[in-house]
């Protein structure tokens, strides 16, 4: 069964600063995605990433995933206010065909002015 | 184009009820899922369906249905409400080919 772990859960950040956002999961799984969901909205679709070594950048937000390490990470550069929201990994389980996510837990970013 | 739309967006019910929501994909999307969102919980698995078939399904009781239609719209029904069922209900859509999958806005249900 396919866990996904995010680290930190909560993070407060200066405007300006730069910081990562780590999606360790528990088994393989052939892609990643990243999700973002603004208070009371549904999830907005940030980057899938398809193979081990894959780096997909937009504006300031940069994924990458190691699948050798079972890890991706979400770096922020030079965070803004309107980066302020909950941000999810999730990958697909191997037992299952489909569009099944399994999701990690989000971690909930706030950038402070 | 048309995003995929979920009614009602809120609801209000009384333990022991039940309820029926709505999901309409983006055209042209074969597959449906459904996802529960809560605080304690965060996002987890309920079902998807494909082609008018139940392709996948979560660790939720037998309260917890659902069902696809021709046209791809999908409804998913719990009936004998409970307190923890409270939750946003969101419904995805996707093409099915890895590409990442399509969320509505959710329905808000609250259980009374």
């Known amino acids: 069964e396919l866990k996904v772990e995010q680290n930190p859960l909560f993070l407060s950040m200066q405007e300006g600063k730069n910081y990562t956002i780590y999606c360790n999961y528990s088994?393989?799984?052939?892609?990643l995605y990243w999700y973002r969901q603004d208070p009371g909205k549904s999830l907005e679709s940030l980057f899938v990433?398809?193979?081990?070594?894959a780096v997909k950048q937009e504006g300031r937000l940069m994924a990458s995933l190691d699948t050798k390490a079972r890890l991706s990470t979400l770096h922020i550069t030079a965070a803004v206010h309107d980066l302020s929201a909950t941000y999810f990994c999730?990958?697909?389980?191997?037992?299952?065909?489909?569009?099944?996510?399994?999701f990690g837990e989000g971690t909930q970013l706030t950038v402070n002015p | 184009k048309a995003g995929v739309t979920q009614t009602p967006r809120y609801l209000i019910k009384t333990r022991g009820q039940q309820v029926t929501l709505s999901c309409s994909p983006i055209?042209?999307?074969?597959?449906v899922s459904w996802y529960q969102q809560t605080p304690g919980q965060g996002l987890q698995f309920l079902f998807e369906?494909?082609?008018?078939?139940?392709?996948n399904k979560g660790n939720f009781p037998g309260r917890f249905s659902g069902r696809q239609f021709s046209n791809s719209r999908s409804e998913m029904n719990v009936s004998t409400l409970e307190l923890g069922d409270s939750a946003l209900y969101l419904c995805?859509?996707?093409?099915?080919?890895?590409?990442?999958?399509?969320f509505g806005n959710g329905t808000r249900l609250t259980v009374t």
């Open positions: 995805a859509s996707g093409r099915d080919n890895g590409s990442p999958l399509h």
């Open positions: 990433l398809l193979s081990n070594g």
């Open positions: 088994t393989t799984s052939d892609r």
């Open positions: 999730a990958g697909p389980p191997k037992e299952t065909s489909g569009s099944r996510l399994t």
């Open positions: 055209s042209g999307h074969r597959s």
């Open positions: 369906y494909f082609s008018e078939t139940q392709r």
